[in-house]
């Protein structure tokens, strides 16, 4: 079955780090393009990050410089490490596979994982 | 970069009702459009991809039209369990697909 699970979430002072995991199963991280997506308390749906199957990685202008996009091949795995954490960052944090055929879409989704930063 | 918007913002709706929701472009992303569910406390699902296509496994009173800055999202016959929030996101400008700022669907 295809699958991902988020963990790493939790309650965080403003100006911590965090790191969270994405495991995937039923298909290969590495081979494909891997996002995170946000969605803040009440809030709409807000892209993140992605790392592509070559290892290219964008960012959201509003993480830029704080946030970074991994992934461990050997453990099927993607992360989001998350540094300099604002009160604006707490949502919960979805990873999604990004399907990259003629048209592109985010097909498998994970249940989320919540971060909250406060003090 | 591409901003999206719905309308509308919300909706009420009886069990049976034909709904449809709109979504609009800022510039042209052909048919690089999808459509996602998402229930309160739930992931997004998939719904809808490249305007029209249906998602393997979504029931066929989903339907999706529209290219070039307009779409829709059309369910022919509202289910008890279609009472959602619906986001439609463009595909055309990589990377960092946008998504609108969704359309509440609840029991009138």
């Known amino acids: 079955e295809v699958q991902l699970v988020e963990t790493g979430g939790g309650l965080i002072q403003p100006g911590g780090s965090l790191r969270l995991s994405c495991a995937a199963s039923g298909f290969t991280v590495s081979s494909n393009y891997m996002s995170w997506v946000r969605q803040a308390p009440g809030k709409g749906l807000e892209w993140v990050s992605v790392i592509y199957s070559g290892g290219s990685t964008y960012y959201a202008d509003s993480v830029k410089g704080r946030f970074t996009i991994s992934r461990d091949n050997s453990k099927n795995t993607l992360y989001l490490q998350m540094n300099s954490l604002r009160a604006e960052d707490t949502a919960v944090y979805y990873c999604?596979?990004?399907?990259?055929?003629?048209?592109?879409?985010?097909?498998?989704w994970g249940k989320g994982t919540t971060v909250t930063v406060s003090s | 970069d591409i901003q999206m918007t719905q309308s509308p913002s919300s909706l009420s709706a009886s069990v049976g009702d034909r709904v449809t929701i709109t979504c609009r472009a800022s510039?042209?992303?052909?048919?690089?459009l999808n459509w996602y569910q998402q229930k309160p406390g739930k992931a997004p699902k998939l719904l809808i991809y490249?305007?029209?296509s249906l998602q393997s496994g979504v029931p066929s009173r989903f339907s999706g039209s529209g290219s070039g800055t307009d779409f829709t999202l059309t369910i022919s016959s509202l289910q008890p369990e279609d009472f959602a929030t619906y986001y439609c996101q463009q595909s055309y400008s990589t990377p960092g697909f946008t998504f609108g700022p969704g359309t509440k669907v609840d029991i009138k």
């Open positions: 510039q042209s992303i052909s048919s690089y």
């Open positions: 490249a305007a029209s």
């Open positions: 999604a596979r990004e399907y990259q055929g003629y048209y592109y879409y985010m097909d498998v």
